[in-house]
């Protein structure tokens, strides 16, 4: 299983593309609201059959950007959280526009499982940057969007933001196990790391 990594859009968002080079399965996690040539270039380049498209949260800044994906990806299923697909549909703030979210969604929750590659992708709320954020688990493998990044954690002071429930939420990873994280922006790191040099995990 391979990731590969696209900084995308127009503040910088990791854009996941975790695949698998023999039976070229593949899925996205987040697109950003610019998805790039190279991003496009990249998949078909690999020849790879997306089967997913996961959102780790509402924000334009991760999803703007979905039709035109799914334009060129029509069987990639769209995965977003029930309560940030509410927000999306209220228009609020710094969440995706609901005009450019015009995409039939698959709706998840907690402890919801995502078929993939003979294994499963868990999903896990990890509500705080916003109510309905949530990092997807696949092998070793934790995308956490904008809840956890390399020695911080998500702002919460956008509308749905809370930072007692992002705290929950940042000690709900830290008790996971030693995963690697693949942040919404910025490194990737792990969580042992961040047990030693992130503040908010102790
Ligand atoms: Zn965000």
């Given amino acids: 299983m ?4 696209f900084e995308e859009g127009s503040i910088g968002t990791n854009c996941f593309i975790v695949y698998d080079e023999a039976s070229k399965k593949a899925f996205c996690v987040d697109v950003s609201d ?8 990249f998949i078909d380049s690999k020849d790879l059959q997306i089967e997913y498209l996961l959102l780790t949260h509402g924000h334009y800044d991760h999803c703007a950007d979905v039709l ?10 769209v995965v977003i959280s029930e309560a940030d697909y509410q927000n999306i549909l209220s228009s609020r703030g710094v969440f995706c526009e609901r005009e450019r979210f015009a995409a039939p969604a698959v709706l998840v929750n907690d402890g919801d499982t995502i078929p993939f590659c003979g294994q499963t992708i868990q999903v896990i709320a990890t509500p705080g940057h916003t109510s309905g954020s949530v990092c997807y688990l696949y092998l070793n493998h934790l995308f956490c969007g904008d809840t956890v990044f390399d020695g911080s954690i998500g702002r919460t002071d956008l509308p749905t933001g809370s930072f007692f429930e992002i705290m929950k939420s940042v000690a709900k990873i ?9 942040p919404g922006h910025m490194g990737v790191t792990d969580i042992a790391t961040q047990r030693r040099v992130n503040s908010f995990f102790r």
């Fill in 68 to 77: 035109r994906f799914i334009a060129r990806y029509p069987l990639a299923k």
């Fill in 174 to 182: 830290s008790a996971l196990g030693d995963y690697q994280l693949y």
């Fill in 34 to 41: 610019r998805i790039s040539n190279k991003y496009f270039e």
């Fill in 2 to 5: 391979k990731i590969k990594l």
